[in-house]
């Protein structure tokens, strides 16, 4: 029978590569949990658009994709640069893509700092002294049969320990003596004076993984659910355990991606929405969807996904499909399929994704739809595009559109979560070493970066139930398309990581487009930003920092769930809420904590408030549009590239 998605998407249970690769998985997600760029490469000057919101004549010429770019182009001045970036890109294979400096600094960094800290080494051996006695408290009173309150509770997303035998002696001892440990250490990485921040929360996310990797619960001889098991089945949850396992390092070893399962094909399952490819160029697909109401309004909606996974993450199942159900809300959709890059496409730049993708849609859809202004979605990292393109029209006094929503998309990067973690020079040094070698960084290297940052739920678990208790995965609509993966070109990675992470230049006033500066101040147009309260990828109050750059007038609103699962939350949706506020254009800045206090949760899912806002800035109705024939019905071609 055909599985729902979980709420926040990652804790899918169809990525079985992860498990087998968990014992060195912290080691990738320090490489390859990194978006990426610089600046944005300089243009030819274009002549000036027209301020009417039509088409106009001709649409603007194709890029031609450079090949890979020679080596010594990447530092001229250097005789042997070449046998620099090969060595590094050798090296960076060798170790996942991970920087053995930056594991180095971190700890050399801690070590220092704490070796000449005598009270927090005092404080820390109070703390083990602390532990270890309520941790014999602990272990006597349950040896004797007792039942005393556990001195350690694990994490939020930390499920391991559910089944009732942890509650147990032997097995309840060997838990708390797991969350002891676990607990000083997160302590002894914590902040100290002098200590680089960075450094301070890398070294305590390194343990974590390290930790992780000798818990208990991993260990069938000290796990009560396994024990059982085992029991129960006279060994043959380990047998079939160690058959997923040689499937899982099978697909590994030969590097094969597996194919979408039947039961959720694309195009019939997933991504079913009707509708035609009505353009397509070497970047990118623009669908425009059929209509299923016989009024529209007149300004249709363009949505720029995110091109580090796959589009369909906003058509999903009928039942939860985002852009379904906005075109049962009378609106004339339009949506991007980006391509998967290879290593052909390794010269790609963020401005070829910003001309060849989001304005190449724009005068299409322009061009299908002239005399109206359009509604542009952007998400997750096609809403860090979008805001970039909406800064450059502004700049130049382009007003062909009608509203910005951007859902789980930041502009400023200062604060954007533990994906900043392990960002410094060396480190993106390190990736582009690779990525110039092969073109492109792959989706191994990429796959298991977001599971990773809460390994002890979304890897440790499914392990052990996939490899010791013998269950078989069983695939959801969201797990299906987070298995999808896509590869990132050099070029633009490298671009965003440096220009967008590693100098935060959108926000800095240093994000050149064709040449000028561009920012977000100029954006007139009314906003709409989504938020989800359980992002760690895009945290909520990173988010709403895009009302701090922006005069504009701007809604605000904040949903529960995570960066995927927050984003799809249909109506009927159960035990959802949200809230909502609005800023008037030229209004003062407020805080995000005093925001969160003056906004009430509401009941209910936020898609049909995004609707209402929308109407509101619509101008009316009129007949639906139905799209002509094109270059073949949606889903179209690009989302079915591996």
């Known amino acids: 029978m055909r599985q729902r998605h979980n709420e926040d998407g990652p804790r899918s249970h169809s990525q079985p590569a992860r498990c087998a690769q968990a014992p060195i998985l912290f080691l990738r997600v320090l490489s390859c949990a990194l978006p990426a760029q610089g600046r944005i490469m300089p243009q030819k000057p274009k002549p000036p658009k027209s301020a009417q919101p039509k088409a106009p ?20 001045g250097h005789t042997h640069a070449s046998l620099d970036r090969s060595t590094m890109a050798t090296l960076a ?23 000449r800290a005598p009270g927090r080494q005092i404080e820390l051996m109070e703390r083990a002294q602390s532990n270890w006695l309520k941790l014999a408290r602990f272990a006597a009173a349950a040896t004797l049969g007792q039942s005393p309150e556990k001195p350690f509770a694990p994490g939020r997303y930390d499920t391991r320990w559910t089944h009732q035998g942890w509650a147990k002696a032997p097995f309840a001892v060997w838990q708390q003596g797991f969350l002891a440990t676990q607990d000083w250490w997160q302590g002894a990485t914590s902040d100290l004076r002098g200590l680089k921040r960075q450094n301070a929360q890398r070294t305590g996310f390194m343990m974590r993984q390290l930790l992780d990797t000798v818990s208990p619960a991993n260990f069938p001889v000290a796990n009560p659910e396994i024990l059982e098991k085992t029991w129960q089945t006279g060994a043959r949850n380990l047998f079939d355990g160690a ?13 094969e991606h597996r194919p979408v399962p039947d039961q959720f094909a694309l195009g019939k399952v997933l991504a079913c929405t009707k509708g035609e490819v009505v353009f397509r160029n070497e970047l990118m ?13 007149a300004e249709p909606v363009l949505i720029v996904p995110a091109w580090i996974m796959k589009y369909y993450i906003l058509d999903l199942s009928p039942e939860n499909s985002l852009i379904r159900w906005l075109v049962g809300q009378g609106y004339t959709v339009f949506c991007i399929s980006w391509r998967n890059p290879g290593a052909e496409h390794a010269d790609l730049s963020l401005e070829d994704y910003r001309l060849q993708g989001v304005m190449q849609a724009l005068e299409e859809v322009n061009r299908i739809v002239p005399d109206q202004k359009v509604h542009a979605n952007g998400y997750c990292l096609g809403g860090t595009l979008l805001a970039i393109t909406a800064a450059t029209m502004a700049r130049d006094h382009d007003t062909r559109l009608a509203s910005i929503t951007l859902m789980a998309a930041q502009v400023d990067f200062a604060e954007a979560g533990e994906l900043l973690l392990f960002l410094d020079e060396s480190q993106v040094a390190y990736l582009e070493d690779m990525m110039w070698a092969q073109g492109y960084l792959d989706r191994p290297q990429m796959s298991g970066a977001f599971a990773a940052i809460r390994s002890e739920d979304l890897i440790w678990t499914r392990a052990v139930r996939r490899y010791f208790l013998g269950e078989p995965d069983l695939p959801t609509d969201m797990g299906v398309w987070v298995n999808d993966t896509t590869r990132m070109p050099a070029r633009m990675h490298s671009e965003y990581l440096r220009g967008v992470f590693l100098e935060n230049r959108i926000t800095a006033g240093r994000f050149a487009v064709e040449g000028r500066v561009i920012a977000l101040k100029d954006i007139e147009v009314p906003m709409f930003v989504v938020a989800t309260e359980t992002d760690h990828i895009a945290p909520w109050r990173s988010v709403y920092k895009t009302a701090l750059f922006t005069d504009c007038d701007m809604h605000v609103l904040l949903t529960k769930g995570g960066h995927n699962g927050g984003i799809l939350s249909e109506p009927g949706h159960k035990g959802r809420h949200y809230r909502i506020g609005h800023r008037p254009a030229g209004a003062h800045y407020l805080d995000p904590d005093s925001w969160l206090a003056a906004n009430d949760p509401v009941a209910g899912s936020w898609w049909p408030e995004w609707s209402r806002w929308l109407d509101s800035h619509s101008s009316g109705t009129q007949a639906a549009r139905i799209p002509a024939l094109g270059l073949g019905p949606a889903p179209g071609e690009y989302i079915h590239q591996c």
């Open 57 to 76: 004549s001709a649409p603007p010429p194709r890029r031609s994709v450079p090949s890979v770019p020679h080596p010594t182009s990447a530092a001229p």
């Open 93 to 115: 294979r060798m170790t996942s893509g991970l920087s053995p400096h930056a594991i180095l600094d971190a700890w050399g960094d801690w070590a220092m700092h704490l070796a």
């Open 243 to 255: 058959v997923h396992y040689a499937d899982d390092a099978h697909h590994i070893l030969a590097n």
């Open 285 to 297: 697909e623009l669908i425009q969807y059929s209509p299923t109401t016989d009024k529209v309004q």
